[in-house]
T-cell receptor, first 112, second 108 residues
Framework: NAGVTQTPKFQVLKTGQSMTLQCAQD?????MSWYRQDPGMGLRLIHY???????DQGEVPNGYNVSRSTTEDFPLRLLSAAPSQTSVYFC???????????FGPGTRLTVL | AQRVTQPEKLLSVFKGAPVELKCNYS??????LFWYVQYSRQRLQLLLR??SRESIKGFTADLNKGETSFHLKKPFAQEEDSAMYYC??????????FGSGTQLTVLP
């Protein structure tokens, strides 16, 4: 099993550009989520999904969109990038049996 | 609303010394707490959870409901324990709320 995979690993954007961060898991987990990690602020939940076709907002959803067309994939879209979105983004999926959350390797995004 | 507080951003100890990473929480229900660890250049991974009452890599954590704490302890720190540690609370909405993290450095 690959677990949770994310692409790209690094990305530099200009203000106003859009892009999609990809996330996939092969563990058949229903629950998936996106976090951003900023120094001194820990991990903050952006959006989450409890199953295919169902998404909801987390703590810091503004400026981000998600969709969940399949159990495996949970892409995060930045509609119009802003410097405040410079961060490290982690995707995660969670086992319904154990509540253990598995994280991807992260995407380091810089918005100029 | 739930909150997880890790008061120490940075913590340094010498190899072989005891280490305690503090975590306090506020939550009106029955909490389910976790410690996650992120080693340099690696992804976050689960270290331990309170319901398992297990010891992983020599670390233990006891839930103290009276003090609303879930401190992480290890009697003899090793250099390979240097990492970022996050305390997390599982709330009734089935979401994980993370603390701000403590960067532990174990000095030789």
């Amino acid at each position: 099993n690959a677990g949770v995979t994310q692409t790209p690993k690094f990305q530099v954007l200009k203000t106003g550009q859009s892009m999609t961060l990809q996330c996939a898991q092969d563990m058949n987990h229903e629950y998936m989520s996106w976090y951003r990690q900023d120094p001194g602020m820990g991990l903050r939940l952006i959006h989450y999904s409890v199953g295919a076709g169902i998404t909801d907002q987390g703590e810091v959803p503004n400026g981000y969109n998600v969709s969940r067309s399949t159990t495996e994939d949970f892409p995060l879209r930045l509609l119009s990038a802003a410097p405040s979105q410079t961060s490290v983004y982690f995707c995660a999926s969670r086992s319904g049996a154990t509540n253990e959350q598995f994280f991807g390797p992260g995407t380091r995004l810089t918005v100029l | 609303a739930q909150r997880v507080t890790q008061p120490e951003k940075l913590l340094s100890v010498f190899k072989g010394a005891p280490v305690e990473l503090k975590c306090n929480y506020s939550y009106s229900g029955s909490p389910e707490l976790f410690w996650y660890v992120q080693y340099s250049r690696q992804r976050l991974q689960l270290l331990l959870r309170h319901i398992s009452r297990e010891s992983i890599k020599g670390f233990t954590a006891d839930l103290n409901k009276g003090e609303t704490s879930f401190h992480l302890k290890k009697p003899f720190a090793q250099e390979e324990d240097s990492a970022m540690y996050y305390c997390a609370l599982f709330n009734s909405a089935r979401q994980l709320t993370f603390g701000s993290g403590t960067q532990l450095t174990v000095l030789p």
